[in-house]
């Protein structure tokens, strides 16, 4: 059996097992293992297995993923979830639509502190859902609001995800961090017009209510600084080159650790709550990573990442139909699988592409995880869109489905307007010091 069929039949059996729900880790793992054993022999793909376990949990890059995972769980132990949905909603609820809108900020807010959306749409579905719907918020746009912000924990720094992409396409993962901000300031806005434009026309009901008074305003500002101070100390380190990506992760849980602490909201039992969360995800983590490994060191030794090269040379020298062409496949990927699985997938396959045909790999990982992001609200399958329907076990997926419709057509804006303008994710890393 000649290599390159050897490689289109075991990435054909990887995504088959990730549809039977076999767990992504051991699906890539067990075909790069047997891939490779095939082709190198038994004792080859054996010493390739131990060599990329070692490789991976010791990998420099990958350092920071604990410590990003422990500031996410720090801050949630800490309350600071609660206070920021709390504080947009006094600041902006009285409006139509507001609390909405300030579910789509809290998220934001959470986001630059957990890096998962997962653990965001998780969150706001306990805190911000029962406030919505008490306030007489039609359930579509409740849960729609709650997923949609969920999907902003994957692009805002920090990022597990950009870790791993960056880990994976063996890119700088302080560029790529910093290549969010516009694509992030882009994504609030428009999901803050996939609320109000409904609300506007009367598509959904959205009831204002009681303006909060001087002093309430005021303490819930005050409630914004630490998660707002955080975000600016990260990202005016990073532009600064004050710090690196690593050193960034450290000072990070620091700061987070020490809010904790000095607010006193951080409990004895809510650090080691915090510490056996983030050894619980990391170990997760670092299995799909050593599984990712194994799989792409089984497609380089196939051959078909190159064979797909060639066959999108006729079309190369047009950098637009090849970015085109691998949307319309996410797009398809998106409906069907998990994001990360589908990261993990297509990454080592369409990164030698975009090279061929001159595309940026910083730009090319922000457009692959804002489309990834995009298939975590896309019916029928959305990651959080079933922990939605998990937290809130009422809601029905048709209402769920009719909900993120909108925010679903803000992406496909968004990313059009990422492949218009490149220069909106690459402004920022290219002017850095």
């Not at 299995?287 to 066959?311: D, E, K, M, W, Y």
């Not at 009719?402 to 492949?419: E, N």
Request: proline residues 5%; contains cysteine.
């Amino acid at each position: 059996m000649s290599g390159l069929l050897l490689g289109g039949l075991g990435f054909a059996a990887a995504i088959i097992m990730i549809f039977l729900e076999i767990p992504v880790a051991v699906a890539l793992g067990l075909v790069g293992l047997v891939g490779s054993g095939m082709i190198i022999g038994t004792s080859g793909a054996m010493t390739i297995g131990a060599t990329t376990v070692w490789e991976s949990v010791t990998n420099y890059t990958l350092t920071m993923l604990p410590l990003f995972v422990l500031m996410g769980n720090l801050a949630a132990q800490s309350g600071l979830s609660t206070r920021l949905y709390q504080s947009m909603s006094t600041l902006i609820g009285h409006r139509r639509g507001g609390l909405a809108l300030a579910t789509i900020g809290a998220s934001a807010g959470f986001g630059m502190i957990s890096g998962s959306s997962l653990a965001t749409t998780a969150t706001m579905g306990r805190i911000a859902m029962p406030e919505m719907l008490s306030a007489g918020y039609t359930r579509a746009l409740s849960a729609g609001s709650v997923a949609a912000g969920g999907t902003l924990g994957i692009l805002i720094p920090p990022s597990t995800v950009l870790v791993i992409y960056a880990f994976i396409a063996e890119q700088s993962i302080r560029e790529l961090l910093l290549a969010t901000a516009g694509p992030v300031f882009l994504a609030v806005l428009l999901y803050c017009l996939a609320i109000w434009v409904p609300v506007w026309l009367g598509w959904s009901v959205a009831p204002k209510r009681e303006r909060a008074e001087g002093r309430e305003r005021s303490d819930a500002l005050r409630e914004l600084i630490p998660p707002v101070g955080i975000f600016a100390l990260i990202m005016g380190g990073l532009y600064s080159g004050a710090f690196t990506a690593n050193e960034m992760a450290a000072i990070g849980a620091s700061v987070v650790l020490a809010y904790g602490v000095l607010s006193r909201r951080l409990s004895s039992r809510g650090f080691v709550l915090a510490l056996m969360g983030t050894a619980k995800v990391c170990g997760a983590l670092y299995l799909v990573l050593i599984g990712a490994n194994l799989f792409n060191f089984f497609l380089a030794l196939s051959g078909l990442p190159f064979s797909l090269t060639s066959l999108f040379t006729g079309i190369l020298d047009q950098p637009f139909m090849v970015i085109c062409l691998m949307l319309l496949i996410y797009l398809v990927l998106g409906t069907l699988m998990d994001s990360l699985a589908m990261l993990l997938l297509t990454v080592p396959l369409f990164v030698p592409v975009a090279q061929a045909a001159g595309i940026d790999l910083v730009w090319f990982g922000i457009f692959a995880i804002t489309v990834v992001e995009m298939g975590l609200i896309t019916p029928p399958v959305g990651m959080n869109l079933f922990v939605l329907k998990t937290v809130n076990p009422r809601i029905r997926l048709v209402e769920l489905w009719r909900g993120v419709t909108p925010f679903v057509i803000a992406d496909l804006i968004r990313v059009a307007i990422i492949i218009a303008i490149p220069a909106i994710v690459l402004w920022l890393p290219r002017s850095a010091f």
